[in-house]
């Protein structure tokens, strides 16, 4: 996993995961709810937010700390 904060499917909802941790730091309901409690999370710690779809896969990725200034492209 990438560094920071991922939000992953968990057995019944969505996981908020930091990256190489076994367990989930939080659990919630709805992946809006995990990806709001990991985005407060990823602005906390100036890291980044994956967000994962329920295969498993990084479906959309946000950066919130530590850019490129100026940014590349």
Do not use: C
């Amino acid at each position: 996993m990438a560094k920071g904060q991922h939000v992953v499917p968990n057995a019944g909802g969505w996981g908020v995961k930091k990256a190489g941790a076994s367990r989930a730091s939080s659990v919630h309901t709805t992946q809006a709810e995990a990806i709001a409690a990991a985005t407060q999370i990823a602005r906390n710690q100036k890291t980044e937010l994956y967000i994962h779809g329920r295969d498993g896969r990084i479906r959309e990725r946000n950066s919130y700390g530590n850019d490129p200034h100026p940014p590349k492209g």
